[in-house]
């Protein structure tokens, strides 16, 4: 299925109770579609350029055409006066030959340059869907890390309330992941008490991890 930048910003999804953060989502959405929008230009940068080696391609062998074409109507002729034509004959064949040759290894290099550019264009988009994969897991493992300080901290206020005993507590194990770094217990309970500093973190967070992950720039 063909997508465009357009259709990534505007892509909806449904809200659950505990669902993703919204704010992080669209921010890592927005910068999806940058991304994509970056190298469909690059895509198209590289298509007219093809086109326009086609053409120059075209006209080389129009060229080599011409070239053959006058040093077979030089030969023909060179039988009007043998001895002298024969020496002029024979010097515009080497000269033929040799902007011919030119012009083949010109073609060659300008069709291997293609390819290469090809090649590096296809080998960018499987970079690009390895590294688009690899960052969509580490969000997701970030959300799992969040949900799970949101029940510790929970869980934590609960055993803490006066006149509430918990004999045999349970503690809900987190999932290991490298990066990002847990918060220790301090933290966690001053950020669940500040939730607009824990959305600012998260955004900050996701900015950051997308950014080690593509780098500053597309080139």
């Known amino acids: ?12 999804f449904k809200k659950s109770m505990r669902g ?117 897991s580490s969000q997701m493992e970030l959300l799992e890390v969040l949900e799970t300080d949101d029940l510790n901290i929970k869980k934590l206020k609960d055993r803490t309330k006066p006149g509430v005993k918990d004999s045999n507590p349970v503690i809900a194990k987190r999932p290991v992941i490298n990066p990002p770094q847990r918060l220790n217990n301090v933290s966690q309970q001053q950020q669940a008490n500040d939730p607009k500093q824990e959305e600012n973190k998260e955004k900050t967070h996701g900015k950051d991890l997308f950014n080690d992950i593509f780098g500053d720039s597309t080139d």
């Open 20 to 136: 993703y953060d919204v704010v992080e989502v669209d921010t890592f959405i927005e910068l999806i579609a940058d991304k994509y929008q970056e190298l469909l230009e690059e895509n198209e940068r590289l298509v007219k350029q093809n086109l326009v080696l086609d053409t120059e391609l075209n006209n080389i062998k129009d060229v080599e055409r011409t070239l053959k074409t006058t040093l077979k109507n030089v030969q023909e002729n060179s039988q009007i006066s043998k001895e002298n034509s024969a020496k002029e004959a024979g010097l515009i064949k080497k000269e033929a030959e040799l902007a011919a040759a030119q012009l083949l290894e010109k073609t060659r290099l300008q069709v291997h340059k293609m390819r290469e550019e090809v090649v590096n264009l296809q080998n960018q988009k499987h970079s690009f869907i390895s590294r688009l994969r690899h960052l969509l």
């Open 1 to 12: 299925m063909k997508l465009t930048p357009i259709e990534i910003k505007n892509q909806e």
